[in-house]
Each structure stands twice: as C-alpha cells, then as structure tokens.
C-alpha cells in the first residue's frame, strides 16, 4: 500500500526501504522523538520529504492532489483537537469534507456509545475532559467512510485501560468488516500485540542512527 | 469659506496648554512616553501645516495630475503603515497582497463613489477628491491592520486546529474559514461601531467640515451619510480582497501549513 524509498527528512528521518501492507492494522511502535508522528504525517502528505519516494498505491504521493488524498488516508493528530461547537459539530466535522456519507443522530448516538461517551450532542465540546476529547476526535475519524486508510496517532494514549480496549476493538472490528487499512502509534505494548496484524518497529526501520553518529 | 469664523495664531498657540498639561501628567505619574507626545505633536502640526500650503496650491491650480499625485501618495503612505503598525512578521506575498488590496480596494469604492454618488465635475476637484480619498483609505488603512493582525494571530494560535482540518482532507480554504471569518470581523467592527454612534457621539470629519466651511446642517448630513456608506465599502472591499488572497500565504503548494 504505501512504499519507502531512501526516504529523508531533515535529520529526524531516514528509511531505506519500508512496506506497509493493504488492509492490515499496523502498529508503529518507538520510543519517543523516534519520528512516528513525522512518519505517518508523510503518509497523507501533510509533511513532504526532503529526498526519497513515498509511493501509494504504486503512484508517487507527490503525484496526488494532497487534499484529495487526505480524503483517503485520514489522520487523526497525536493532540485531540475540537472545533468551536457542540459534540454533534465535533463529530461530523470531518464528513463536511469528503460530502459524500450522511450520519442522523442515531447513528452518532451509536457512536457515543461505541466510544463509551455518556455525552449528549449538543454538549459543548469544549467542556470535555481530555479523554472525552480524544474519543470524539477518534470518532470524528471513523464517521468518514470514504477513507481507504487510517491513520492514527496514539488514539487512545489519554485513555483508562477498560475504555482504550473497548474503543480499540470496535475500531479493529471497523476496519476488519469494511476492508480497510489503518496505521497507529501507540506507546502500549500490550495494546500493539493485541489489535495489529503487524508491528513496526521504529528502530528497526531508521536509518539514521549510524549515519548520524 | 465665506463665514467661517477665523482663529489668530495666539488663539491657536493656546491650545497647544492641552499637550502641557498632559506632559505633566504623564511626567508626575513617571510614564515613559514624553519623547513619543512632543514628537507626535511636532509631527502632527508641521504635516498639517505643510498639508495645508500644499492643498492651498493645489486649489489654486486645479490640475488632474496633483489629484491624482496625491492619491497616489496616500496610497503609498497608507501601505507603508500598514507595514509598519503590524508587529508581527509577514513574508514579502503577505506584503504584495496588502498593498494590492489596499489600492484596489479604496480604488473601486472611490471610483463609484465620485462618479454614481457625488457626481462632482471636474472628476479631479480637489476639493472633493482629496477629501474623500482620505477618508476611504484611512479608514480602510485602520481595516486592514487589523484584519492582518488578527489573521496572523489567528494562524498562530490555531494553528493546530487548521492542521486537524487539513488531515482530514479540507481545503487550506476550509481550514482556514473561522480564522478568515474572525479577521474580517475584527477588521470591520470599528467602522460599524461608528455608523453606530454616529450623529451622538461624533460629527466626524466631513459633516464638521462642511458645517464649519457654511452650508446648512441637512447638507451637511447628506454628505456624511454619503461618505459613512462610502467608508464602508471601501473597508469592507479592500479586507476581504485581502483576507481571500492573503490566507493563502499561509500555505504552500502541497496544501500544508508553512512554517
Ligand atoms: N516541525 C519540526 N521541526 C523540527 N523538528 C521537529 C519538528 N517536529 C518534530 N521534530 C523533531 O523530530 C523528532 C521526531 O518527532 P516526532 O513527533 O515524529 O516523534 P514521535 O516518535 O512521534 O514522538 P512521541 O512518541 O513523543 O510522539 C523529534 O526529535 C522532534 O523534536
Ligand atoms: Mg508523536
């Protein structure tokens, strides 16, 4: 699905050679500042490379018209980010975008629930707590049916243990059924091992270690 | 200027009292600024007095090109404040765009304001044109600082929500819609604040001026409501010009947040 090539970027990132299988779940698994976040934000074009290939779907990311491939391969940022309004708002702001799935309020009720939200929609999103912040940022993502991968950035890092396992496997459950592909980064071992088909490890993949010392 | 009442230089000299008195105010409570007041007071009164001598001329001499000199001169002086009132950074398009905003912003509002409004004949009479070309690119001046500086503000502090937008496959346009909307109101709150107050507050610029120079009251009210709309215009044109090509900076050709 995506291919890297002698990919550099300034001297956080350098990757000879990477694949990232189609439908999978893949984890990336680092320590922090080992350049995660940096890598998945190349995925969907919101960093470019200084040198090197990123190839999607067998075409050159710089090739794509980068809004119309974040359509495709939506991210969700490592900082929950709400807009001004209320959680309904919140929820559908991603879908304003790709125009193309409706949601009525039953189905971002269901939502809430799948999340383990005890919110109303037209609660200030504001107002949230951080956690709460973090679920409907997650949901905002998976409202969007018109992506063929995503990615996330340690979706549940703000998250107790019960609810990161429910919020998880109705995640991979998603995926799973709809036959998409997602790329996530978290700091958990136990929750890498349990939902991913695969886990990439950042270490093993840079390059920059023995160029750098 | 037939009975408008005269004052002598003596006369005048004494309400120079009003700078003193706020020297020593600003002295006895030990507030840095006395530099700043004698040579914004300086400055005010040599640039009034050397306006005055030129316009004396330009009267006399009714000539489309001193008109059209010294709009052109306004229009400088107005982008170079702009230039400098913004504290903040701003790359050289962000510069472009102002002063391409500016000029054709307060021009087409001028335009139509001199040839379907007021109709004034020579389109050069000083007397007309240099007075309202002030008034629209002054207050459209004050306009665009403002929407500048909101606009920058807006892309620093929500910078993190324009890139949460963008990940999920908004237009830089799309992200950048509530910092866009905000900028533009702040830029154009100040004029609508003044239709506002308008004829209780203040008898501002024009309307002063006409009642001073001798014509009735009514006409003189005519001729502020006219300008009032005028400003407006002129204001809301040149920031929205600005704002729709200047949030584009912000961005480079890969859709991303520079910087
Ligand atoms: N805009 C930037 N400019 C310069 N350096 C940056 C920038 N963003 C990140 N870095 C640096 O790149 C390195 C990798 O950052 P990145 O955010 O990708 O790490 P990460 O693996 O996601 O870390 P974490 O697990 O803490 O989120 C860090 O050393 C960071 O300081
Ligand atoms: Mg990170």
Redesign the interface.
Known sequence: MFTFSNVQYKDILKIEKLTFQDKQIICLFGESGSGKSTLLKMLNGMLTQDSGKIFYKERLIDDYDPVELRKKVVMLGQDPVMFQGTVRENLLFGLKFTGKSEADDSKLKELLKDLRLEKNLEDDADQLSGGEKQRVAFGRVLLMEAAEVYLLDEPTSALDEETETKVMSVFTQHIKREGKSAIFVTHSKEVAEKYADQIIYMNEVLANEEISE | MNNMLDITLLQLISAYIFIIILLAIVRWRKIPREKEIIIATLRMTIQLVLVGYLLVYIFENENWIYSVLVITVMETFAVYNIFKRTKKEMNADLKKIIAVAMVSGTLAAFLYFNFIVVQFSPWYDPRYFIPIAGMLIGNSMTGITLGVSALIEGFSSRK??V?????????PN?ASQ?IVNHAFDSAILPTINSMVGMGIVFLPGMMTGVILSGAGPLDAIKYQIAIMLGITGSVSLSVIIFLYYGYKTFFNK???LKL
């Open positions: 993190k929500e890139e949460a937008a963008l990940m999920l496959g908004a237009t799309q509530g890969r859709a991303q």
